[in-house]
């Protein structure tokens, strides 16, 4: 029973997730159209495709579902398994990946990246609400597993830090889904559980943004134009924040901000998602994303 009702927030979770991926993906390659289709809420045409995003929030549900915790080894194998080089992933993943399904160890493979500081890429943090889904009842539990989803690819304890932050926000918008929070009152209860840091510092300054732009929050705090995740959590849980409780709207403002959209996307659909639910993400979204795989 618990099980279930588990499984059944991961899954909603992994929706968000991956309709978000794929609408915020249709936007680089038409910048000069953003503000057209933003400003008119007009949907992108044809099917969006979703990227390394979904592909990775996918093993990580799939070793939740398994073995109802993260298992670094065999998360490690399920990323290099299901890698699909036409997904967009960050650089370093080429390289190592598919080093590791010939068998490497992932421990030595990340652990060397960036002068063996390992990666603060936003790849930790993109892929993670549904382990803040599945264990939403325990952000002890949150918080461990994120971490452990995050050191399999990223090292860097700002990686670990922007992962915990998407886990736990996924996390409190399931628990405050019937007793909602205040947009400050969400980032403040979410920053108790960052560890110190660049992207806690993010966090605090996120809730300065009040009475603010989308695009003016983004151009303070970055959303995702260096591809890291300190200039990419932050926006995202500032966009999370105000709107928790609006699925379409909560997309067309991420994406306003310009960066990393598929990924800043990600991120927010997989945290509404858990506030609105499987019913709060609209249909029409949803058929406008390819069908994922069988999980
Ligand atoms: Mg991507």
Same mark, same amino acid.
């Given at each position: 029973?618990?099980?279930?009702?588990?499984?059944?927030?991961?899954?909603?979770?992994?929706?968000?997730?991956?309709?978000?991926?794929?609408?915020?993906? !249709?936007?680089?390659? =038409? *910048?000069?159209?953003?503000?057209?289709?933003?400003?008119? *809420?007009?949907?992108?045409?044809?099917?969006?495709?979703?990227?390394?995003?979904?592909?990775?929030?996918?093993?990580?549900? $799939?070793?939740?579902?398994?073995?109802?915790?993260?298992?670094?080894?065999?998360?490690?194998?399920?990323?290099?398994?299901?890698?699909?080089?036409?997904?967009?992933?960050?650089?370093?993943?080429?390289?190592?990946?598919?080093?590791?399904?010939?068998?490497?160890?992932?421990?030595?493979?990340?652990?060397?990246?960036?002068?063996?500081?390992?990666?603060?890429? &936003?790849?930790?943090?993109?892929?993670?609400?549904?382990?803040?889904?599945?264990?939403?009842?325990?952000?002890?539990?949150?918080?461990? !597993? =994120?971490?452990?989803?995050?050191?399999?690819?990223?090292?860097?304890? $700002? =990686?670990?830090? /922007?992962?915990?932050?998407?886990?736990?926000?996924?996390?409190?918008?399931?628990?405050?889904?019937?007793?909602? #929070?205040?947009? +400050?009152?969400?980032? $403040? $209860? #979410?920053?108790?559980?960052?560890?110190?840091?660049?992207?806690? +510092?993010?966090?605090?300054?996120?809730?300065?943004? &009040? &009475?603010?732009?989308?695009?003016?929050?983004?151009?303070?705090?970055?959303?995702?134009?260096?591809?890291?995740?300190?200039?990419?959590?932050?926006?995202?849980?500032?966009? =999370?924040? *105000?709107?928790? +409780?609006?699925?379409?709207?909560?997309?067309?403002?991420?994406?306003?901000? /310009?960066?990393?959209?598929?990924?800043?996307?990600?991120?927010? /659909?997989?945290?509404?998602?858990?506030?609105?639910?499987?019913?709060?993400?609209? +249909?029409?979204?949803?058929?406008?994303?390819?069908?994922?795989?069988?999980?």
């Amino acid at each position: 029973m618990t099980m279930d009702r588990k499984k059944e927030r991961l899954m909603e979770a992994l929706e968000g997730l991956s309709v978000g991926d794929a609408f915020g993906q !249709n936007f680089f390659d =038409a *910048r000069k159209i953003i503000g057209g289709w933003e400003a008119k *809420r007009e949907l992108p045409p044809g099917i969006w495709r979703y990227t390394d995003d979904t592909i990775t929030a996918i093993s990580i549900a $799939e070793i939740l579902l398994e073995y109802d915790r993260v298992i670094q080894d065999e998360l490690a194998m399920r990323f290099a398994q299901s890698f699909d080089p036409a997904r967009g992933y960050g650089p370093s993943m080429y390289s190592t990946l598919p080093r590791i399904k010939r068998g490497e160890d992932w421990r030595v493979l990340f652990g060397s990246l960036f002068g063996g500081e390992g990666s603060f890429g &936003n790849g930790a943090a993109m892929r993670v609400a549904p382990v803040g889904a599945y264990f939403a009842k325990d952000l002890d539990l949150v918080v461990e !597993n =994120a971490t452990l989803s995050a050191q399999v690819t990223h090292q860097h304890p $700002e =990686a670990t830090a /922007g992962a915990i932050a998407v886990a736990v926000g996924a996390a409190i918008a399931y628990q405050t889904r019937q007793t909602p #929070l205040k947009p +400050n009152e969400f980032i $403040e $209860e #979410l920053v108790t559980h960052v560890p110190e840091g660049d992207v806690k +510092n993010g966090l605090r300054q996120a809730l300065e943004c &009040n &009475n603010m732009e989308t695009k003016a929050v983004a151009k303070l705090l970055g959303a995702g134009h260096r591809i890291t995740v300190q200039d990419t959590v932050p926006y995202v849980i500032w966009c =999370a924040s *105000r709107y928790l +409780n609006d699925f379409e709207e909560a997309l067309w403002q991420t994406v306003s901000g /310009g960066g990393d959209m598929d990924t800043t996307c990600a991120m927010v /659909g997989g945290i509404v998602a858990c506030h609105v639910g499987g019913d709060g993400i609209p +249909n029409k979204w949803i058929s406008k994303r390819e069908p994922l795989p069988d999980i």
